[in-house]
């Protein structure tokens, strides 16, 4: 797979039910974040995990990460119609220090009332 | 909350002409970005500018683009001779000095579509 793909793309669940998306990576990473993106606006970043943590919590958000497989997950809980968005990973090579990050193809929420 | 703002919301023009995007980055942030969401395509990475000068490109960021900051406060792209692949969402972005964690703070974008 390519850098930053994450599953599915598509996930349409009802509100209350919990979103559960996944993301994985290939180069060595000093931290990983999760944003969000709502239809034709920019993206805000919720969540960042270091590598050298497997669990960060920040309200209903829950964010995984895996460095031996390269993969994170970002759950959300009892979600909410206004959670309706697109989730993107995004990374940044520890190896090269570049501050590019390389941004994961997304995951579409759809949150029905 | 400070905020990046980017200008303008739409641009329309065509194959060919010239475009100035603009950003006003957080002001107290150090590194700025930009990046590219072509429709139902990946965000890509485009250029970051630190100390006055380019410290990443990316191998789309070729001789028909280029970045300027002309004053204290605005951040622009510009695209020399724009052709119709270079329809997109373009989105600027800004990170603090402390930029350990690399946040990245993103613009609401510039729709471009040349035509």
């Known amino acids: 797979s390519q850098q930053g793909e994450e599953d599915p793309q598509a996930l349409s669940i009802q509100e209350g039910e919990n979103a559960t998306m996944n993301c994985s990576y290939k180069?060595?990473?000093?931290?990983l974040q999760w944003y969000r993106q709502n239809s034709g606006r920019g993206l805000v970043h919720l969540i960042l995990?270091?590598?050298?943590?497997r669990e960060k919590h920040s309200g209903r958000l829950r964010v995984t990460l895996d460095t031996s497989k390269k993969s994170s997950s970002l759950l959300i809980t009892a979600s909410r119609a206004a959670d309706t968005a697109s989730y993107f990973c995004?990374?940044?090579?520890?190896?090269?220090?570049?501050?590019?990050?390389?941004f994961g193809s997304g995951t579409r929420l759809q949150v029905q009332p | 909350e400070p905020e990046v703002t980017q200008t303008p919301s739409h641009q329309v023009t065509q194959m060919g002409q010239e475009v100035i995007l603009r950003c006003v980055p957080i002001?107290?942030?150090?590194?700025f970005y930009w990046y590219r969401q072509i429709l139902g395509q990946k965000v890509e990475f485009l250029v970051s500018?630190?100390?006055?000068?380019?410290?990443?490109k990316s191998e789309i960021f070729d001789d028909q683009f280029s970045v300027e900051r002309p004053d204290g406060s605005n951040f622009t792209l510009k695209i020399r001779s724009t052709k119709l692949e270079d329809s997109a969402m373009y989105f600027c972005?800004?990170?603090?000095?402390?930029?350990?964690?690399?946040?990245?703070?993103f613009g609401a974008g510039t729709r471009l579509s040349v035509l």
């Open positions: 972005a800004s990170s603090p000095p402390t930029g350990a964690k690399n946040i990245q703070y």
């Open positions: 180069t060595s990473i000093n931290n």
């Open positions: 995990i270091r590598s050298n943590e």
């Open positions: 995004a990374t940044a090579s520890r190896d090269t220090g570049r501050r590019a990050l390389t």
């Open positions: 002001s107290n942030h150090l590194y």
């Open positions: 500018f630190y100390n006055n000068e380019i410290s990443e």
